[in-house]
Nanobody, 114 residues
Framework: QVQLVESGGGLVQAGGSLRLSCAASGKISSFHAMGWYRQAPGKQRELVASHSAGSATVSVDSVKGRFSISRDYYKNTVALQMNSLKPEDTAVYYC????????WGQGTQVTVSS
């Protein structure tokens, strides 16, 4: 079994920062990719950022320059640093890890108030 445990979500005012963390545990010691998706109410889940083969990618244009992703390959953790948060960043953020199949965290709520 693989478990992904997220932490760091919460309520923050616009312009503030949050750091999401995700730790993977279980039978797999190394994943091809780890990263973050988000899903806002009434919207599809979208890939925010990913980290694989030593390379980080931020996929959502609206967060480029504000969000960054980091990964610790030895500890099997991935983090999402979110700065200058905006109300439109409000969503449930999901950690994922992939190797032949994709594993998901339970999701953590991020709410940005205006």
């Amino acid at each position: 079994q693989v478990q992904l445990v997220e932490s760091g979500g919460g309520l923050v005012q616009a312009g503030g920062s949050l750091r999401l963390s995700c730790a993977a545990s279980g039978k797999i010691s190394s994943f091809h990719a780890m990263g973050w998706y988000r899903q806002a109410p009434g919207k599809q889940r979208e890939l925010v950022a990913s980290h694989s083969a030593g390379s980080a990618t931020v996929s959502v244009d609206s967060v480029k320059g504000r969000f960054s992703i980091s990964r610790d390959y030895y500890k099997n953790t991935v983090a999402l640093q979110m700065n200058s948060l905006k109300p439109e960043d409000t969503a449930v953020y999901y950690c994922y890890a992939s190797l032949k199949q994709t594993y998901w965290g339970q999701g953590t709520q991020v709410t940005v108030s205006s």
